[in-house]
């Protein structure tokens, strides 16, 4: 059983920075990333970091958040700057499953964590 645990969430002033973490556990993946979710909104992506460290994001987060990935602990960050009241809702880490790639984030079915709330005003 793979267990993703989301933390770091909260409310922030709009400019403000938070920082969320997903803990894997024991599991190893391949590539693991951030999607979110709005209100009225499909889940959208919002950046992935692989197993040689590339990293990728959607355009409306580029230049404002970061992906990385402690290795040694097994966790995923996103580093959250310049945050805009657009940016809130709840966020969900994913990871694909054994043996897949990046592109299983957004075309097969990675195991999810249950998500942590971000509210920017």
């Known amino acids: 059983h793979v267990q993703l645990v989301e933390s770091g969430g909260g409310s922030v002033q709009a400019g403000g920075s938070l920082r969320l973490s997903c803990a894997a556990s024991?599991?190893?993946?391949?590539?693991m990333g951030w999607f979110r979710e709005s209100p009225g909104k499909e889940r959208q992506a919002v950046g992935h970091?692989?197993?040689?460290?590339?990293?990728d994001y959607a355009r409306a987060v580029k230049d404002r958040f970061t992906v990385s990935k402690d290795n040694a602990k097994n966790i995923l960050y996103l580093q959250m700057d310049s945050l805009k009241p657009e940016d809130s809702g709840m966020y969900f880490c994913?990871?694909?499953?054994?043996?897949?790639?990046?592109?299983?984030?957004?075309?097969?079915?990675?195991?999810w964590g249950q998500g942590t709330q971000v509210t920017v005003s």
């Open positions: 994913a990871a694909v499953r054994s043996g897949e790639r990046c592109p299983a984030l957004y075309h097969g079915r990675p195991y």
């Open positions: 024991t599991y190893r993946a391949n590539c």
């Open positions: 970091i692989g197993s040689d460290g590339s990293t």
